[in-house]
């Protein structure tokens, strides 16, 4: 039996806090259940909506009858040391503060840059999750994963399709564990981290409940620039808006609604592609 919850609060389930009920959520703890989620998914015909930590998600009002599986029961992991280098492999579920702390604790370098992105190991995978020059998939080094017929697939990276923001798993698939490589560093990793996570502070509205990047970067042009010089920042609709701080990053000022961040976006999209002839393409999910 699959663990699973009804009638949960998807507002709980993102970051920024917006989004109505889902009539079910499944937790599966294992390959075997997430082999069984796809299996249901086929015989019922419903799309499985993968669930990380929602820092890249937004839920619409109401009421959601969709098959959700969250990885939050899929978080055992394990590190394999030698002499220079560090293996982990980690299970979908696992946080990016879990591998904070591994990677601090055995001063292991090639994911520093990454350390400030609140996601799991299943999400940043997906979208090949990136800050400060790096990505997920530099230090990527083995997928495994389950496709629409519920065939468990182990993957190298060489075998994967993946680009900025983009990977084959965005298309079809389940991550369900992941290895990583990392070296080990003659540098402070701890003290870098800490910097970076200061700049990040500086930079990011990290104060108020918020998905991070609306939209993608352009080829060659921040979309925080766009949307900046398009009078966007600090622009609200309701209680949704553009941060003050930066106006690629969407936040809630308490009570926003999807509504509201619908006409945001589409306001963004409209006044973007008026003022510079650039098509804005949105790096959030959105589940309707
Ligand atoms: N650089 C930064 O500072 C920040 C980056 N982020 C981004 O947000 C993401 C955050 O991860 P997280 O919050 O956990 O993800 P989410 O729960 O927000 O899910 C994000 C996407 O990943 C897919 N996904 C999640 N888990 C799995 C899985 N096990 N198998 C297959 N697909 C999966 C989802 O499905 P599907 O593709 O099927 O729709 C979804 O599109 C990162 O990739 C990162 O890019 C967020 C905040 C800040
Ligand atoms: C937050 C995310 O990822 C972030 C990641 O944390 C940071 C850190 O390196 O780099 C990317 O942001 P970004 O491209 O906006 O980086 P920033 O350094 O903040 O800004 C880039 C440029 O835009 C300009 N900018 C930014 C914000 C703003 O309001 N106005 C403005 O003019 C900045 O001056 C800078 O010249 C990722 N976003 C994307 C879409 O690639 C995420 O994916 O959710």
């Known amino acids: ?13 993102c970051t920024i806090r917006i989004g109505g009920t889902a009539k079910r959520v499944y937790f599966p703890k294992s390959v075997e259940d997430i082999i069984q989620l796809l299996k249901i998914s086929q015989d019922s015909g419903k799309k499985i909506i993968p669930l990380g930590v929602g820092s890249n998600t ?19 992991y394990e590190i394999e040391r030698s002499e220079d280098h560090a293996v982990i492999t980690a299970e979908a579920g696992v946080s990016f503060k879990t591998l ?3 990677v601090k604790r055995y001063n292991l370098e090639g994911f520093e840059n990454l350390s400030g992105i609140p996601a799991s190991v299943g999400g940043a995978v ?19 994963w389950i496709d629409s017929e519920g065939k468990l697939t182990v993957s190298s990276k060489d075998e994967i399709d993946y680009g900025y923001r ?13 290895k990583i490589k990392l070296r080990k560093s003659k540098r402070n990793i701890p003290q870098i981290i800490k910097e970076h996570l200061k ?14 990047s609306t939209f993608k970067n352009p080829d060659g042009i921040s979309a925080g620039y ?8 600090g622009f609200r609709v309701g209680d949704v808006g553009f941060s003050e701080k930066h106006a690629n990053f969407t936040v809630n000022y308490g009570h926003g609604s999807y509504d509201q961040l619908k006409k945001l976006l589409e306001t963004a999209e409209k006044l973007v592609g008026e003022y510079f002839g650039i098509k804005l393409e949105k790096e959030i999910r959105i589940v309707e």
């Open 166 to 178: 983009y990977t084959q798993f965005q298309k079809e698939g389940f991550i369900y564990r992941v």
């Open 126 to 144: 997906a979208m090949n999750a990136g800050a400060f020059g790096s990505e997920i998939f530099d230090i990527v080094e083995q997928v495994e």
């Open 226 to 233: 766009l949307l900046d010089k398009a009078g966007l920042k």
């Open 1 to 13: 039996m699959i663990d699973y919850e009804e009638n949960v609060d998807l507002s709980k389930l």
């Open 58 to 76: 937004v839920f619409r009002d109401g009421i959601l009858d969709h098959l959700f599986v969250s990885t939050s029961k899929l978080k055992r």
């Open 199 to 212: 700049e990040r502070n500086i930079k990011q509205p990290l104060d108020l409940p918020t998905s991070g």
């Open 100 to 102: 904070v702390s591994l």
